[in-house]
């Protein structure tokens, strides 16, 4: 039996032997057993390969491609090329965390992620895609705002913050995590804001192109667990991004007249100068875009790079908002009839109020998004009158109701059932 008397040699309780000038030795805090520096490294090291040993994916239990589309359609209305591309991809990317490390090895073929890049205008259904995605699947999800982040040192956040999302829906689990997804929304918002050198430092636009291009690609990250601003003294989680799938959106406004103008000079150009496109020329446009066009619009050739797959959404029509307003499970109006049955009222909608309400969207030019500010502002002095009127009620919108060319008294429209 050793001892370790304060005059005696100290012994590694791991590898048994003895301090040195080459090998420092570490006392328990309770006890007098010692470790020495090489076996903490030797357990470091077991722990790390633990870690990043994740468990493969059972794909028996992996909605098909096709699943994940009549998923989304429930909830989306249109854009199902983008459906399509959003479903494969994810597809993909649970069949790439299936294959385990050891198949890799003896295969020597390693399975790299497809990052996507989603182009469409504001309130086309980029976001509502992601969330409604990220119900259906079995690895964490975040969605993160790229106009937030700035370069490392300025106010603003920083680059790895997006990752702190993921961890932070994977309930800190951080292996959990490295097999997550995440969508970056407002990507175009971080364009370079002009191709010329300027004498100030575009620091919320190229420079976070540059902070996220090894975080794209697959590297060890350093997050700090608060989120803010790093610091030399606060400890960092160590996250590995090579299998998190990113899916960055944006509006990309003034992309298609860049297309345009490259596809203009011709023969298959979409005609002359100033001629007025559909919705579907313009979605035909996006689709033709090129590395090129986007470097043109801002973005830097590096990122590009890292998002081969590309997907244009279209401009909502007159008749998907109609069906927006009405027919998926969470639709606006379904969700104001809900509220308004916890008041004892029965809402509904003729088919000339959601006609109206779908022109009033098409006007403003806000896409799907706009559809409930629209029925807010429509409702607004009766949801103020309706809790004090008890009893059963019913109520139906018409278009002079959203005209407001009348203006309703509560108590002739709201006709208790018992009489109706």
Excluded: W
Excluded at 100 to 119: P, R
Excluded at 271 to 295: C, F, H, I, P, W
Excluded at 348 to 364: G, L, P, V
Excluded at 392 to 416: G, N, R, S, Y
């Amino acid at each position: 039996m050793r001892g370790f008397g304060k005059t005696e040699q100290q012994f590694c309780a791991f590898c048994g032997r003895p301090s040195d000038e080459n090998r420092r030795v570490i006392k328990a805090p309770n006890d007098s057993i010692y470790i020495c520096e090489h076996c903490v490294a030797a357990c470091q090291t077991v722990l790390n390969d633990e870690r990043h040993s994740m468990t493969p994916i059972d794909m028996s239990e992996v909605p098909t491609p096709k699943e994940f589309k009549e998923y989304l359609d429930e909830y989306v209305v249109g854009q199902d090329k983008a459906k399509k591309v959003l479903s494969v991809a994810v597809y993909n990317h649970y069949k790439q965390l299936s294959v385990s490390k050891e198949k890799q090895a003896i295969s020597d073929i390693k399975i790299e992620k497809s990052n996507i890049l989603l182009l469409g205008p504001t309130g086309s259904g980029k976001t509502l895609l992601a969330k409604t995605l990220a119900e259906r699947l079995k690895v964490p999800f975040a969605i993160a705002d790229a106009t937030t982040l700035t370069e490392a040192g300025y106010v603003g956040e920083d680059v790895e913050n997006v990752l702190l999302k993921l961890i932070n829906a994977a309930d800190g689990d951080v292996s959990a995590a490295e097999r997550g997804i995440i969508f970056i929304d407002e990507i175009d918002k971080i364009s370079r804001k002009s191709e010329n050198t300027s004498i100030t430092r575009d620091v919320s636009g190229e420079g976070v192109q540059q902070a996220l291009l090894k975080i794209l690609e697959g590297t060890h990250a350093s997050v700090p667990p608060q989120g803010g601003r790093k610091h030399p003294n606060q400890e960092m989680i160590d996250i590995d991004t090579t299998n998190i799938l990113f899916i960055c959106g944006g509006a990309f406004v003034g992309l298609d007249k860049i297309i345009e103008q490259r596809l203009s000079t011709s023969s298959i150009g979409f005609g002359a100068k100033g001629t007025q496109r559909t919705d579907e020329e313009r979605m035909e446009l996006l689709n033709q875009v090129t590395s090129d066009d986007l470097v043109q619009f801002g973005l830097i050739p590096e990122l590009i790079g890292r998002l081969p797959m590309t997907c244009a959404l279209k401009e909502l029509t007159r008749d998907d908002l109609r069906r927006i307003l009405t027919e998926p499970k969470n639709a606006i109006t379904k969700q104001f009839q809900a509220s308004f049955a916890i008041d004892d009222v029965d809402l509904t909608f003729n088919e000339e109020s959601i006609d109206k309400i779908a022109d009033i969207a098409i006007k403003n030019k806000t896409g799907a998004r706009g559809l409930r500010a629209i029925v807010e502002q429509i409702l607004l002095d009766i949801m103020f009158e309706i809790p004090s009127i008890k009893g059963k009620k019913k109520l139906e919108i018409t278009k002079d109701i959203v005209e407001q060319k009348v203006h309703p008294d509560i108590q002739t429209l709201l006709i208790d059932q018992k009489t109706a």
